[in-house]
């Protein structure tokens, strides 16, 4: 036995050549009920860290293994399996850094280089119009987009038609991201569970709440939180989502606001800002932060409540549709006084009494025909 173990484990040999160790103090005796009570009373880690795991376990020195042994197996294999032991995440397999953020250009760029092919088949790029209505549209209607942009405009309603894929360690990284620059936390969380109802999902798994925006909803709210300016932006209106009297959805909000923004891409309303800019993309994700400002502005200042939503999500896609340009417009002076630190989404202007009736059992999905589900926090049906 090494000099080591004997510290702390000292033999004396008896007249009947018999054994009694002791061991950092406690004494172990022939008897097995005598050995087990003084057992117990070393920690696991004292009996790993000075080797006496494995002296007590050798057949040597006379101390015959038939002693303590059950005590001992049993702690070698608690001991064992606290290092394989590791917490269940509920997270996607991933060969990624744990915890490493994820930008709107890394995301963009993976949807970029899949095969997209069988989710491209299902959009239908322009709404088909037929009659009066296809000539009003001809006459009086706005640009056709550009044919050099229709591929972009493409890819975008294809990753509308992209559900949240468990396999794939990119779309987990996209909503650690987002709880991350939300909340504040440093830290990863489950992809599962009752905390994405804090951010504003229905339920504990977000995937059900994407249908009718796909992952585009969670690129968008990508979008908001990784940029400097619209992050603040979006941390306002989270924190207006939260309050007491006022409170709605956060996340479902934003999912609501990119269908907003789909059908009026395929209705062709962003085509002349998108052909001014030769865009797309951008103009699309500033046309969703826009409408979410405009509708964060509305909800604050005419107090509204979740019992309003729909009526205010239905007079915003109006207007949206109608003045794209003008919401741009305003959110380009919001972001420029975000660079001087003098943006507030509620500013001076003086609020107005809440508008429009209200509707006990109104059902806040179904402005963007999603499935309807509860959501706890707001009594939302």
């Not at 103090?25 to 860290?49: M, Q, T, V």
């Not at 360690?169 to 987002?178: A, F, K, S």
């Not at 959805?249 to 052909?275: Q, W």
Request: hydrophobic content about 40%; some cysteine; glycine content about 8%.
């Amino acid at each position: 036995m090494s000099e080591k173990i004997c510290s702390f484990h000292a033999e004396k040999e008896l007249g009947d050549g018999q054994v009694e160790s002791v061991s950092a103090g406690y004494s172990l005796y022939d008897k097995d009920s005598g050995a087990l009570a003084a057992f117990r009373r070393i920690p696991i880690s004292e009996l790993k860290n000075h080797g006496i795991l494995q002296a007590l376990t050798a057949e040597t020195n006379g101390l015959q293994s038939s002693v303590v042994s059950a005590e001992v197996l049993s702690a070698q294999e608690e001991w064992e399996v606290v290092d394989s032991i590791q917490p269940d995440t509920g997270s996607w397999t991933s060969s990624e850094q744990p915890g490493q953020l994820i930008s709107f250009g890394e995301a963009l760029q993976h949807f970029q280089t899949v095969d997209l092919s069988s989710f491209k088949k299902r959009i239908q790029p322009t709404i088909r119009r037929t009659g009066l209505a296809a000539l009003r549209h001809c006459l009086f209607g706005p640009p056709k987009l550009h044919q050099g942009l229709r591929e972009e405009r493409d890819l975008v309603l294809t990753i509308a038609q992209c559900g949240l894929d468990r396999q794939d360690p990119m779309h987990g990284r996209v909503l650690q991201t987002i709880y991350k620059k939300l909340t504040g936390s440093k830290f990863d969380c489950s992809l599962l569970g009752d905390h994405w109802e804090d951010l504003g999902f229905q339920g504990a798994n977000p995937a059900t709440d994407l249908r009718g925006a796909g992952f585009l909803a969670l690129l968008h709210l990508l979008y908001l939180v990784m940029d400097s300016k619209t992050l603040l932006m979006a941390q306002e209106i989270f924190r207006l989502s939260h309050h007491h009297i006022q409170q709605f959805p956060f996340c479902l909000m934003s999912v609501n606001i990119t269908c907003i923004a789909i059908r009026a891409l395929r209705e062709e309303c962003l085509s002349r800002e998108c052909n001014r800019q030769q865009k797309v993309i951008p103009v699309v994700n500033s046309f969703y932060a826009a409408t979410f400002l405009h509708l964060a502005h509305v909800w604050r200042t005419q107090q509204k409540t979740i019992l309003d939503s729909g009526f205010v999500l239905k007079d915003l896609e109006v207007l949206a549709k109608k003045s794209p340009r003008r919401l741009l417009k305003t959110l380009d002076i919001y972001l420029a006084r975000v660079s001087k630190g003098q943006a507030s989404l509620w500013g001076a202007q003086k609020r107005s009494g809440s508008q429009g009736s209200r509707a006990k059992d109104l059902t806040f999905t179904g402005v963007c025909d999603l499935q309807p589900h509860p959501f706890k926090s707001t009594g939302l049906i």
